[in-house]
T-cell receptor, first 117, second 109 residues
Framework: SAVISQKPSRDICQRGTSLTIQCQVD?????MFWYRQQPGQSLTLIAT?????????ESGFVIDKFPISRPNLTFSTLTVSNMSPEDSSIYLC??????????????FGPGTRLTVL | GENVEQHPSTLSVQEGDSAVIKCTYS??????FPWYKQELGKRPQLIID?????GEKKDQRIAVTLNKTAKHFSLHITETQPEDSAVYFC????????FGSGTRLSIRP
């Protein structure tokens, strides 16, 4: 399994500002993802973070609002830009391992709880 | 794209009884079906998964079944215990994991 850490664990931000969330995995992984989970809701996929190229965004999410970087196999960042109160949510990083025994298993970071005032 | 539906949204069972959560998916290319348990304030934890070449898988008190023809899969928890209380998510994946809406399971003592 992969151990995933995120920074910050939580933040309170003013509307109109931006926040960058960092995700670090303790081993090389094939795929990394960013999800959003609003209070009492399920997890919604924002995008797939591709190493060395632009992220692949899901319907309803755009690069200008959620720029993502993945400079190597173990690290990714998600920026929430020009924030509004509707962006208040938990943002979770996720990574998939690819060993023969556990292919497709996907693990989650602890999440970043964002509150926008 | 993939769509995963999950029922029921809430489930309350007596301690010691069984709990069943059912999901359907839309993308016939999906070949991996994980189940996650999420306790309040915690990250989702993988509890069991099943791949499309298998119809059933069991791990102690937890079992999953998959019917690829009908695009149905289910989670069965037997001999439920208070620590089973949590939100459970089914998911389906071809290349990326898409989650169901979740089931809040409560175990009555």
């Amino acid at each position: 399994s992969a151990v995933i850490s995120q920074k910050p664990s939580r933040d309170i931000c003013q509307r109109g500002t931006s926040l960058t969330i960092q995700c670090q995995v303790d081993s090389q992984v094939t795929m990394m993802f960013w999800y959003r989970q609003q209070p009492g809701q399920s997890l919604t996929l924002i995008a797939t973070a591709n190493q060395g190229s632009e992220a692949t965004y899901e319907s309803g999410f755009v690069i200008d609002k959620f720029p993502i970087s993945r400079p190597n196999l173990t690290f990714s960042t998600l920026t929430v830009s020009n924030m509004s109160p509707e962006d208040s949510s938990i943002y979770l990083c996720s990574a998939r391992t690819s060993g023969r025994r556990d292919y497709n298993e996907q693990f989650f970071g602890p999440g970043t709880r964002l509150t926008v005032l | 794209g993939e769509n995963v539906e999950q029922h029921p949204s809430t489930l309350s069972v007596q301690e010691g009884d069984s709990a069943v959560i059912k999901c359907t998916y839309s993308d016939s290319a999906s070949n991996y079906f994980p189940w996650y348990k999420q306790e309040l304030g915690k990250r989702p934890q993988l509890i069991i998964d099943i791949r499309s070449n298998v119809g059933e898988k069991k791990d102690q008190r937890i079992a999953v079944t998959l019917n690829k023809t009908a695009k149905h899969f289910s989670l069965h928890i037997t001999e439920t215990q208070p620590e089973d209380s949590a939100v459970y998510f089914c998911a389906a994946s071809a290349s990326k994991i898409i989650f169901g809406s979740g089931t809040r399971l409560s175990i009555r003592p």
